[in-house]
């Protein structure tokens, strides 16, 4: 039987890509307490292929947002790896970090990084509201447009 946020995500009509394994010589989350910690995830789409891009040089701020939604799902699948697979043990999302590959010029950060907050609003409801950065950066990895960070509280 699944559980609540399992529920909600299929309601949602939204299904979690695979946890990634990490890129480098890191590990993908740490738990510590009550606390888990997720390494930044950068966007890729659903056949695999990264989301690349910089805003302010020909990158919309709409294709920016969907990339910073799909890194907030890859955060949550990595939740789900370290939570057994039961989502329902994340009882906060407690910070989001986001990093946006774009122009010195560009200055929407927050409104890219909605991507992925909105997300954890829709998938943990009041829950899923947290503190967050939304910071510019001249480059990411792989070129990709965003990436996301998460730090989450485990019941």
Not at 10 to 15: F, H, K, S
Not at 17 to 22: F, G, L, M, S, V
Not at 96 to 106: E, K
């Amino acid at each position: 039987m699944p559980g609540t946020i399992d529920a909600r995500l299929a309601e949602l009509e939204i299904t979690l890509p695979e946890a990634r394994a990490p890129a480098a010589n890191y590990v993908p989350f740490v738990r510590t307490g009550n606390l888990l910690y997720v390494s930044g995830q950068i966007p890729a789409n659903e056949d695999g292929s990264l989301i690349l891009g910089k805003l302010g040089d020909g990158m919309s701020i709409e294709d920016a947002q969907g990339a910073a939604r799909r890194c907030g799902l890859f955060l949550i699948a990595q939740a789900k790896a370290a939570c057994d697979g039961d989502l329902d043990k994340v009882s906060r999302v407690v910070k989001l970090n986001g990093f946006v590959n774009c122009t010195g010029d560009f200055a929407d950060h927050p409104k890219v990084v909605n991507g992925a907050s909105d997300l954890m609003v829709e998938v943990f409801g009041e829950q899923g509201r947290h503190a967050r950065a939304a910071v510019g950066s001249s480059s990411l990895p792989l070129s990709v447009a965003v990436e996301v960070e998460a730090v989450f509280e485990l019941a």
